[in-house]
């Protein structure tokens, strides 16, 4: 799992192989971002000399401290071939604010 930080959003992306977005739940409690999934599959070859089948099950839970605070019900995800990507807005007073300096003694145009 990587994730970085823009002026706006965080942004987390995670390597989910073999599972469907359906099995997987994504949660934001306070500032951990939890991802849990589970991978099911079976596989089964019926030949006229032997049977096989095969099931395979995985489950998996991770979670990251996020380094800011972030508005989960505005976050957007998206699943593309395996990867998971997130993008968590930052609440409005974690944004970068620029303030303005001025020289000491200029006060609305007028110096002194």
Do not use: W
Request: proline share 7%; glycine share 8%; aromatic share 6%.
């Amino acid at each position: 799992m990587t994730s970085y930080e823009t002026d706006d959003e965080v942004v987390v992306r995670a390597s989910l192989p073999g599972v469907k977005p359906k099995d997987g739940e994504i949660s934001v409690t306070g500032d951990t971002l939890t991802i849990k999934g589970e991978t099911k599959e079976e596989e089964e070859e019926k030949k006229p000399n032997y049977y096989r089948q095969e099931r395979r099950y995985g489950a998996f839970h991770r979670a990251l401290t996020l380094p800011v605070r972030v508005d989960a019900d505005k976050a957007d995800a998206t699943f593309e071939h395996g990867i998971l990507t997130l993008r968590l807005p930052k609440v409005p007073e974690v944004r970068p604010k620029a303030i303005q300096v001025k020289p000491k003694g200029v006060i609305e145009g007028k110096t002194s």
